[in-house]
């Protein structure tokens, strides 16, 4: 098996594990609209992969100091729980597959994401989906965000493995570029946006979701 001799797999979580990268943008588009803020997708694109600190601080470099961006950062959050609360949050297709089958295979799993950890560990509670994973990190538990290595490197620290020693499974371009500084192996499954040659020379594998991911594994 391909993971013999590696002791961790870390999965990022929105746009990986949960299908939210869209509706986070499609939330984003909404209240643009009903505001007539121009090019929000251009700088959502931006942001993906970022914690909260950093995302304010790409969009105020689009809009301008004066962006009133907590009334658009809320009103964008209140539409997103609206519909979650009234769906569910959608799980990526392989989620429970390689899930799994890491389990089964005794391949110990962390989570590291940009997002608050209070709002990880209620997603994936809410999902049926914390247990499964050993170490869990949210992006407001340190202060540089994605793309520098830090949450992959403390991730790896908490779980007591060299990052060498650990995959990485992302979606976004700031995630590899972490996974990739951090010195693990990172694996792309792309979400909004494409494989870039950066991207194929950062990662062991660009693969097309989270079923390839396990027939890579096995």
């Known amino acids: 098996m391909l993971l013999d001799g590696n002791k961790a797999v870390v999965f990022d979580m929105d746009g990986t594990i949960f299908d939210s990268e869209k509706l986070v943008l499609d939330c984003w588009e909404k209240v643009g609209e009903k505001h007539g803020i121009a090019g929000i997708r251009e700088v959502?694109?931006?942001?993906?992969?970022?914690?909260?600190?950093?995302t304010k601080q790409i969009v105020l470099e689009a809009y301008g100091d004066s962006f009133a961006y907590d009334v658009f950062s809320q009103e964008s959050s209140a539409l997103f729980r609206e519909v979650t609360e009234r769906e569910g949050l959608p799980v990526k297709k392989g989620t429970h597959e390689i899930l799994d089958f890491l389990r089964e295979n005794h391949i110990p799993m962390g989570l590291a994401s940009s997002t608050r950890l209070a709002i990880v560990t209620e997603e994936l509670k809410q999902a049926g989906l914390y247990e499964y994973f050993r170490v869990v990190m949210g992006g407001d538990q340190l202060q540089n965000s994605k793309p520098a290595p830090d949450i992959y490197l403390m991730t790896c620290s908490k779980m007591g493995v060299a990052p060498s020693d650990a995959y990485a499974i992302e979606d976004s371009y700031n995630g590899i570029r972490s996974a990739y500084s951090a010195g693990m192996k990172p694996i792309m499954v792309p979400d909004l946006l494409p494989a870039t040659d950066e991207m194929r020379s950062m990662s062991m594998a660009v693969l097309e979701d989270l079923i390839q991911v396990k027939e890579y594994f096995a």
């Open 44 to 54: 959502f694109i931006k942001c993906i992969g970022t914690n909260k600190v950093r």
